[in-house]
């Protein structure tokens, strides 16, 4: 009996052994790297699979998390759920992410029973240089070594050397190139790996003991050649040509290996009104421009240009072709209305929907013109207009004016003998402006650069410039509210997504001048430079533009380029979305006017809302024009700004300054 219970107690504890679950996890990856919050040239997400290896009866589920993890990177916990045997933890690293080597365990634990494995983690650096090919698409051939020039474009304040090569990939391999403190060219040597042929896209990487930067290119892996040979390719390969504007065609000469000469490509046949230049490509290069332009004889018209590529010396019988197709645009003919005469600097103006024009002067007073007839507004602002560039400045109505007849102005005022700017809210009633509401208070003013442009976004919130007001490292502080731009609330609060609490949306900005939401979703700003580079923007939250320290489109990283820059300066001023019938060549494009040079430009946009073509409808006609806005017929009303003391040549006229209608 004794040794029955005995037996029986051993197999209930063998029994109970073999039931219980036990479990080892191992990690596709033994280390990873991430950068510090997203951003072009950034990879701030990485990936590692956890493969569960369970043994005894019982399959429970596993939950998987990552312990140690330094400030600023995530790791979301998941489960592994019975019957299964892998899952991904995904690993992200923020802007607050603070750079290093870190050593982190992914833990599994099932029940009472658990298992983890080191991982490695480094985090790098917000990167102070980026990496530049020289070019974005290029031609490998199967079994032979093509070259690449990289260019590293360094900030000032960085010193140290920068290895480049091609991340790891299953398509071409390379020999990294480290560039000592102060190179900035590297030649890599791109060599095919046993892959089948057709386009791959990979990333070169430059990368610094703290911080590193990646790039794409395209790559086309060919077979192997048999004859001397090239492809003819033409960016784009479309082109709109507005009339008297210079375009520009990006030719490019992809070789195969036996192929190693020059290449002189030109038009087969121009037709009449356009004007087409010619190219020759040396044996070292692989692109070039040619440069195309329509006279005002052109008309509108759709042309089909077929180019000709053809080697040189040896190499003269390989000829390849390439048909770009052209859209000519005439110039439109515009008629002009003075509507009124002897307005005192008036700044800006917007349409309501019953077709009234709402306009600010200067010097403090408020106008509405409707039928023909300017009608003077009563305010009880304190406005500060000593001459310069304070005053009465920019104005909005509500999205819901016609309801609520709020009207939102933005100016100068004066405290204890310091220049400020304000934002406020007004109500119109009758032929008054009453009950003011300060919005936003203590805004930085000067004699010059005081922004203050307003627009109502698509999410109902108000949108307002802010100058530098004279002092350029005022941009650069995200706690001073000059040289941005502010994004309240209409009563004056603050969004809880604004990106640094305030009502600081953007920064980096010297006087923008003009604002307009597009449908596309774009905020698009007109910006004034010191000596050159004038911008076009497309503005974006928590965004640096740049100024002091970076102008015009330069590509620097941690700075958001413009789209558009104009060099000598021009001066843009106010900012529209064409919206309407009279003027379909304009519809939904950007139009703007300049102060100094007097124009008012069309900008016609891609896809994308970038700029396409750049025309000039009006070029000094009327001196000066401050602003503009489209009328709910389809014309075009502008304002003259003459009397603001920078008029040049005949102007001001003695009907300065003028609201004018422009029509066909």
């Not at 994004?487 to 609490?501: A, C, E, H, T, V």
Request: hydrophobic letters at 35%.
């Amino acid at each position: 009996m004794k040794h029955t219970l005995l037996l029986i107690l051993l197999l209930t504890l063998l029994s109970a052994c073999a039931s219980k679950t036990t479990f080892q996890i191992s990690l596709s990856k033994e280390a990873i790297e991430l950068d510090q919050g997203p951003g072009e040239g950034k990879n701030n997400t990485a990936t590692v699979t956890v493969t569960v290896s369970r043994s005894g009866s019982n399959s429970a589920p596993v939950n998987l998390e990552v312990v140690d993890l330094p400030t600023g990177v995530t790791a979301t916990p998941i489960i592994i759920s019975a019957g299964k045997t892998n899952g991904t933890l995904t690993f992200i690293a923020n802007q607050g992410a603070e750079a290093g080597d870190y050593d982190v365990s992914v833990k599994g634990i099932s029940g009472s029973v658990s298992s983890e494995r080191p991982l490695n983690l480094k985090v790098f650096a917000n990167s102070n240089f980026i990496i530049i090919p020289k070019l974005s698409t290029l031609t490998l051939e199967q079994g032979l070594t093509t070259p690449l020039e990289v260019q590293i474009s360094r900030d000032v304040s960085f010193h140290g050397a920068i290895t480049v090569e091609v991340e790891n990939n299953p398509f071409v391999e390379t020999t990294p190139v480290t560039l000592a403190d102060g190179e900035t060219t590297a030649q890599l040597e791109l060599r095919p790996l046993q892959v089948s042929s057709g386009t791959k896209t990979v990333n070169l990487l430059a990368q610094s003991d703290e911080s590193r930067y990646t790039s794409p290119i395209t790559l086309s892996v060919m077979p192997p050649a048999a004859d001397p040979n090239f492809e003819l390719n033409l960016n784009p390969t479309e082109l709109e040509l507005p009339w008297g504007i210079e375009s520009k065609l990006t030719v490019s000469i992809l070789r195969n290996s036996r192929f190693t000469g020059a290449v002189d490509i030109k038009p087969l046949s121009v037709p009449e009104g356009l004007s087409v230049g010619s190219l020759s490509i040396a044996a070292s290069e692989q692109s070039g421009i040619i440069t195309l332009e329509a006279s005002e004889t052109a008309g509108s018209n759709d042309f089909t240009l077929v180019f000709e590529a053809t080697g040189t010396g040896e190499f003269a019988a390989v000829k390849n072709t390439k048909s770009l197709k052209v859209n000519s645009i005439e110039k439109p003919t515009i008629k002009s209305e003075v509507l009124a005469k002897g307005l005192s600097v008036p700044w800006d103006i917007e349409f309501a929907s019953d077709g009234s024009l709402y306009m600010t002067e200067r010097a403090g007073k408020t106008k509405r013109y409707k039928d023909g007839i300017v009608t003077e507004l009563s305010n009880t602002l304190q406005v500060y207009a000593p001459g310069g560039e304070p005053g009465l400045l920019g104005m909005t109505l509500d999205p819901a004016f016609a309801s609520n007849n709020f009207l939102y102005v933005c100016y100068t005022y004066l405290d204890s003998g310091v220049h400020e700017n304000r934002i406020s809210r007004l109500t119109v009633s009758g032929n008054s402006l009453i009950d003011e509401k300060i919005l936003v208070n203590e805004i930085p003013g000067g004699s010059i650069h005081d922004g203050c442009r307003l627009a109502f976004g698509p999410d109902g919130n108000l949108y307002a410039s802010t100058g530098d007001s004279g002092y350029p490292n005022f941009s650069q502080d995200t706690k001073n509210l000059a040289g941005k731009i502010l994004r309240i609330k209409s009563d004056g609060g603050i969004p809880s997504d604004n990106p640094f609490g305030t009502a600081v949306w953007t920064y980096g900005l010297r006087n923008t001048q003009g604002l307009v939401f597009h449908p596309n979703g774009n905020l698009y700003g007109t910006e004034h430079g010191d000596a050159d580079n004038d911008e076009i923007n497309i503005l974006k939250a928590n965004k640096n533009y740049g100024w002091p320290n970076v102008s015009g489109t330069q590509q620097r990283s941690g700075y958001e380029p413009a789209i558009l820059a104009y060099t000598p300066t021009i001066a843009p001023a106010g900012i529209t979305v064409y919206q309407g019938e009279m003027f379909p060549e304009f519809q939904n494009d950007l139009l703007f006017v300049s102060l100094k040079a007097g124009q008012l430009r069309h900008l016609d946009l891609k896809a994308d809302g970038t700029i396409n073509a750049d025309n000039v409808i009006i070029d000094y006609d009327f001196g000066r024009l401050r602003d503009i806005a489209v009328a709910p017929d389809g014309r075009i009303f502008i304002v003259t700004s003459n009397r603001d003391g920078r008029a040049q040549g005949d102007f001001p006229d003695a009907d300065d300054d003028r609201l004018i209608a422009l029509s066909k």
